[in-house]
Structures are given as C-alpha cells and as structure tokens.
C-alpha cells in the first residue's frame, strides 16, 4: 500500500473523527456479502462490477484493518425480489458483517428498504443509480458512493444542444427507475437548453425483439436517446443495423460502457461518435486513472476482463475502496453497532480514480461526471473518449432544492420538458 493512501486514510480518519487503531480489535475475518447481477440481461454487467471490487481487494491483499476479508457473493437478475433475496440470505443467513451492492436501480431502492430492517448491518451501494434510492426517505445504514443516473447525465444535454445542433430528440429506453433518473438528468439541461424532447419510448428489461419499436421510431428528430444495456443494447444494435436504421445517435451512460463496446459483432460500430456522460472516459490521460486501468488489467488475464475496465468495475471498485479505507483508520474495529466505521464513510473524501468523491447529508455521492464520444482506437477496439469534464455535480444537479423537489420524482413522463425549472 503506497504511503500516499497510507496518509489519506489518517487524514480522512481525523476528518471524520475517528481514531487511528494500532491492531485489530479481533483477528476474525470480515465478512462482507457482495450483491451482482450474476443471471438474466445483465449478468455481463454483474461481473465486471464483481472484477472491481476483487481489483481492490487485490492491491488491499485481501485485508484491512488487520483483518482477512471474506466474501459471500449473493447472485440477482436486476429484478427488485432478487435483491431483497440474495441479501437476506448474505446478512440473515451467512451474518455478514456489511454488503457490497447492489448493481442495478430497482435493486438499489429495494435494498435501501431492506437496509432499515438490519439497523446492524452497513450496506454501501454497488453502482445502482436510481435516484430515489437515497434522495426519498434515505436509510441511516446505506451509503453511495457513486453518483445517480440523473448526475451522470449531467453535461450531456448541454453538449448535445451547443455543440452537435440537436433541438429535437426522441427517446428510447428501458421502463425502470435507473434509466428514468437517466432520461431525467438529460430532460432537465436539454429543455432548459431549448430542446425539445418529441417522444418518450419505453421496453421491458430483456426485450428480445425491438421490431415494434424500431418501426415507431421518429424519423422526423435531430437524434434519438438510447437507455438500454446489457443485452437489450446489443440486441437493439444488431436489429437496428439490419433494419437499415441510420438517425444520429445518443448514447445513455451503460449504452456506451465497455459492457457493450466489447461485445461480439459489428453492429456495435454504429456507436462510433455517439455523444454520452457518465462517471468515467474510458481514454482519460489522468494518472490516477491510468494507474486503475492498468490495476485491473493485472489483476485478470485478458481473457477473462475487459480491455479496459466498464463503470460497473469503477463503481464496486470505489465502494470497496471506500470500505477498505475506514477498515483501516478503524483498526478493524466494528464494534458499537459500526458506529465509527460509519462515522468514517459519511466524511470520507475518497480520491477515487474518477475523480474526487464527497457524500451528502443523505450519504449519497458528490462527483466528477465525463462528457464523451465513442471513438474507434488504433487496435480497432471501441472506448469512450473525454470531450469535457464537470465537477462537483450534486443530486439535485445545480438547481436550488425547493425548486427540484417541485418538478417531481423521475418517471415517464416526469420532468416535464420546460426551459425553466426554477
């Protein structure tokens, strides 16, 4: 471990009021149930969030705070009850002492219910970006250090209208509440913008045929949004090729991951120039970016991982980081209901490798978002290449809180495309 991580955890320690421990307070190892998309539509997704977190775990040598982590992974297919039931088993069958997860935002906001009902138990969201899940009724024992759907949105609306000329777009996407918050985020800077949003079109998680929604598609728009992923975004790609479909693109956040760059076939490669955001560029000359790349590059055999590793990766990478951090400045030590590992996540500065990482009084997520494109690179891979950078993007996106909480909880339909929300 470098000395500079060395002297962060001290500090970050001291800022949240915890006490420096010497040993561990006992030599047993922490159990820490881990919660990934391991079945259905977006089982690729679950494990490269599963490669992140073992990332860090590899360079922490599988210990912290003086003590051995154990994992017990809890398997879900991105449904909510598949959730509630992989953690159940983790926490009141396996007793672990905290969980790693979820993936995906209906699991997210079903987890967080659950999380009141363990009040012994600290949960430290995956990568779920639902916005509800901490912005309504936030649970005391859950924390999220990644940013929601609608802060990685954030730039993008802007970018689409001043630089690509877009003034209207219709969108696609899948009817849940992750890629509500999506369509959200975009909604909002977009209109304010003075773009039009025309259509709002919405599929089941793990449709097969998007026959019927390739034949609605607009053909009288500037460009439409895709919010699909996993499997529903390679399924979409490869029938919207073969149905001669050539509109501008826009990539949601997990359009355009590596999850789907680096799938098989050819119809991925209309993805080339496709403007999107998220929390990472895949090409970012950063250092500590870099230095991540190449962790998890050495930490799996090529075969087995992506060239580069997904937001899925970078997302259980930063929780486990962030719980790998306040193990340390803890000593281990997880006694008085987790009172001081919490007290150290809540005021953690984490100096991830997408920038830096703050929570709010609701322990979710202050960050760095990435606007990019989808470029082809000299080995004929796809990745995401920056375009701009915004920081310090918080959950209700610049906009006074009053005003946000006006214009109401992701949805179909909500937000209302306006030019003014304020």
Known sequence: MTSKL??????????????????????????????????????????????????????????AGG?????????????????????????????????????????????????????HVTFINGISGAQETTYVNPSENFFRFNMDGAQWSAGLGDYIYNEKGYRTIATIGEDYSFVYTQVFGLALEFCQAGGEITERLWVPLGTKDFGSIIAALPDDVDAIYLGLGGGDAVNFLNQYQQAGGDANLIGGTIMVDGTVLSSKGSAKEALIGVPSSGPQADTWDDPDWQAFVKSYQDTFAPEDRFPSPSLLATGYYNATTAAL????????DLSDGQAGFRSCLSGLELDAPNGMIRLDGNRQAIGTNFVSEVVELDDGTLATQLVKIKENVNQTLGIDPDAFAQIGLPSREVPECKTSYE
């Open 6 to 63: 060395l002297n962060f955890m001290a500090a970050s320690a001291v800022g949240a009021g915890v006490a420096l421990a010497t040993a561990p307070a006992t030599s047993a190892p922490v159990k820490v149930g881990v919660l990934a998309t391991l079945e259905g539509t977006y089982t690729v997704l679950g494990e490269d969030g599963v490669r992140g977190l073992r990332t860090a775990l590899a360079e922490a040598g599988d210990m």
């Open 67 to 119: 003590r051995e982590i154990e994992l017990y992974i809890g398997p879900t297919d991105a449904s909510p009850d598949s959730a509630v039931r992989a953690a159940r088993k983790v926490v009141e069958q396996d007793g672990v002492d905290f969980v790693i997860g979820p993936l995906s935002g209906s699991e997210g906001i079903a987890l967080r219910d659950y999380s009141k009902t363990q009040p």
């Open 325 to 332: 951090t306040c193990l340390d400045a803890i000593g281990g």
